[in-house]
């Protein structure tokens, strides 16, 4: 089964304040995504990679940055927190290929910025 | 217009009937479209994806597909109060997914 796993399910933090949520696959995909989601509002795309060190800005990057060092690793920065940052934040892994598409998710963090 | 659409609900069926959840996209070079499950508290899991027009049936769940209508849908028969969750449509018109807001299911014992 593939297992995506995220560092922490429930976070608070101070505005301002650098946050780094961790995203970490066991399955060798080469895509990973980070999403947020919103009551009424859906899941939107805040970045996603498709290989190590590679990056691309999805619907909804400002405010945040990436790091993908490792293949199994997809970690998003909060560069200053805000208030309006608090959310749901899911991060999710897919192979490459014919099968790009289908998303495996991992247990989300919720994150509350005071 | 939002790129995918859903009825928000929330949708009420008792136990037994068949849950109808519909979806609409608005980009015609769609290929891939995905049905994921979401409990309440919980993460998104796909349940169902269709990539041809017509239907496809996993147990329960028949995933329908009219790329000329811009339209997929979801049915659930014999619905159990189990299957009470958020549904998520998703779509991809190539690499990434893009998803509806969801609709909300709940199924009446």
């Known amino acids: 089964d593939v297992k995506v796993t995220q560092s922490s399910r429930y976070l608070v933090k101070r505005t301002g304040e650098k946050v780094f949520l961790e995203c970490v696959q066991d399955?060798?995909?080469?895509?990973m995504f980070w999403y947020r989601q919103d009551p009424g509002l859906g899941l939107r795309l805040i970045y996603f990679s498709y290989d190590v060190k590679m990056k691309e800005k999805g619907d909804i990057p400002e405010g945040y940055s990436v790091s993908r060092e490792k293949k199994e690793r997809f970690s998003l920065i909060l560069e200053s927190a805000s208030t309006n940052q608090t959310s749901m934040y899911l991060c999710?892994?897919?192979?490459?290929?014919?099968?790009?598409?289908?998303?495996?998710f991992g247990p989300g963090t919720r994150l509350l910025v005071l | 217009q939002k790129e995918v659409e859903q009825n928000s609900g929330p949708l009420s069926v008792p136990e037994g009937a068949i849950a109808s959840l519909n979806c609409t996209y608005s980009?015609?070079?769609?290929?891939?479209f995905f049905w994921y499950r979401q409990y309440s508290g919980k993460s998104p899991e796909l349940i169902m994806s269709i990539y041809s027009n017509g239907d496809k049936e996993d147990g329960r769940f028949t995933a329908q597909l009219n790329k000329a209508s811009q339209y997929v849908s979801l049915l659930i028969r014999d619905s159990q109060p189990s299957d009470s969750a958020t549904y998520l449509c998703a779509v991809s018109p190539g690499g990434k997914l893009i998803f509806g807001q969801g609709t909300e299911l709940s199924v009446k014992p």
């Open positions: 999710a892994s897919s192979e490459s290929g014919l099968r790009r598409e289908t998303q495996y």
């Open positions: 399955m060798d995909h080469e895509n």
């Open positions: 980009d015609r070079g769609s290929q891939s």
